[in-house]
């Protein structure tokens, strides 16, 4: 599986986008896109996953890259309660086992 | 749907103890996976099951370790001796697909080994 780059931590006001970067440039054409975050003392929740088209759900936005090299996890209006450690694992479809790595750690500010 | 359930929350034991650890799937889930977390580390996958089954065992850190499966509504997770460096969060996760859409994490149970 491709590994993946994130810068350590961002901030962002309440109310305002959160993007979130990833870097996978590694990433082949069978491979997946995940996200994940883990709020304090709670277990990982997942996000969203995408391959190569941008998709949307009711919890945030995967922006893929048009040579996948990169992606980009957009929450659109963050909350405090949306402050957390987020995680973008590459996978391919079967057989592959999901690895966390460091993540990035959002913090969202009053 | 009440999500997975791990049991206990928390665990303090003595080194040399016996620890079991234990996990209720979602029901109609076929994977199920434990992982264990510490500040040093980060998430570590341990082994996941499929249908009951453990398919890779690869990330058991040691013999002391030992998960099983008797049915698909209930997973144990067993260290024996503990030892205090397996104080850590463990988490079970199961999942109806591979890697699908997603796994559902347990709330944890944070184990103390004095």
């Known amino acids: 599986d491709a590994k993946t780059t994130q810068p350590p931590s961002m901030d962002c006001a309440e109310g305002r986008a959160a993007n979130l970067p990833c870097n996978h440039s590694t990433i082949s054409g069978n491979e997946y896109v995940y996200w994940y975050r883990q709020i304090h003392s709670q277990g990982p929740q997942y996000i969203i996953h995408?391959?190569?088209n941008n998709e949307t759900n009711e919890m945030a936005s995967l922006i893929i890259t048009e040579d996948r090299k990169s992606s980009t996890l957009i929450l659109p209006h963050a909350t405090l309660r949306d402050t957390a450690v987020y995680y973008c694992?590459?996978?391919?479809?079967?057989?592959?086992?999901?690895?966390f790595g460091k993540g990035i750690t959002l913090s969202v500010r009053p | 749907d009440a999500g997975v359930i791990q049991s206990p929350r928390h665990e303090v034991t003595e080194m040399g103890q016996e620890v079991t650890l234990r996990c209720k799937p979602i029901s109609g889930h076929d994977y199920l996976f434990w992982y264990r977390q510490t500040m040093m580390r980060g998430l570590e996958l341990l082994i996941y099951?499929?249908?009951?089954?453990?398919?890779?065992d690869s990330g058991m850190p040691e013999d002391r370790f030992s998960a099983k499966m008797p049915n698909a509504s209930f997973s144990t997770l067993k260290i024996q001796p503990s030892e205090p460096r397996d104080s850590a969060v463990y988490f079970c996760?199961?999942?109806?697909?591979?890697?699908?859409?997603?796994?559902?994490f347990g709330s944890g149970t944070r184990l103390t080994v004095v």
């Open positions: 996760a199961s999942s109806p697909h591979f890697p699908g859409q997603g796994y559902t």
């Open positions: 694992i590459v996978i391919t479809g079967a057989n592959s086992k999901l690895t």
């Open positions: 099951f499929n249908n009951n089954v453990p398919i890779d």
């Open positions: 995408g391959l190569k």
